[in-house]
Nanobody, 127 residues
Framework: QAQLVESGGGSVQAGASLRLSCVDS??????????MGWFRQAPGKEREFVAG????????GYAGSVRGRFFISRDNAKATVYLQMNNLSTEDTAVYYC??????????????????WGQGTQVTVSS
């Protein structure tokens, strides 16, 4: 089964950039078959969709709150999906998770549509 591992989180000032990575260390040979998504969860809030990408990176989608600032991409040869986050604000503070779906060609925007998740990486943005 997929084993997703996120990295790249940290504590930054507002306006800074971070690049998150998520590698599938469990089934890298099948990583490129499935859509991927990034979600985030702030304390006391539900896990929310941030960005999604289809199996070959041909189509991507974003939550309105991050569109134009965040960019998702993937490198199937490295079994890795990325999230480039620019112009971060305090409202972006959350634990960021990557997930992968099964049984669909499209990414989903609901956390329950995903089968496998990473452990999360903390992003803290201060003003």
């Amino acid at each position: 089964q997929a084993q997703l591992v996120e990295s790249g989180g940290g504590s930054v000032q507002a306006g800074a950039s971070l690049r998150l990575s998520c590698v599938d260390s469990g089934q890298p040979e099948t990583f490129g078959y499935f859509p991927m998504g990034w979600f985030r969860q702030a304390p006391g809030k539900e896990r929310e969709f941030v960005a999604g990408i289809d199996w070959d990176g041909g189509r991507v989608g974003y939550a309105g709150s991050v569109r134009g600032r965040f960019f998702i991409s993937r490198d199937n040869a490295k079994a890795t999906v990325y999230l480039q986050m620019n112009n971060l604000s305090t409202e972006d503070t959350a634990v960021y998770y990557c997930g992968t779906r099964r049984g669909s060609m499209d990414w989903g925007t609901k956390w329950w549509e995903y089968l496998y998740w990473g452990q999360g990486t903390q992003v803290t943005v201060s003003s």
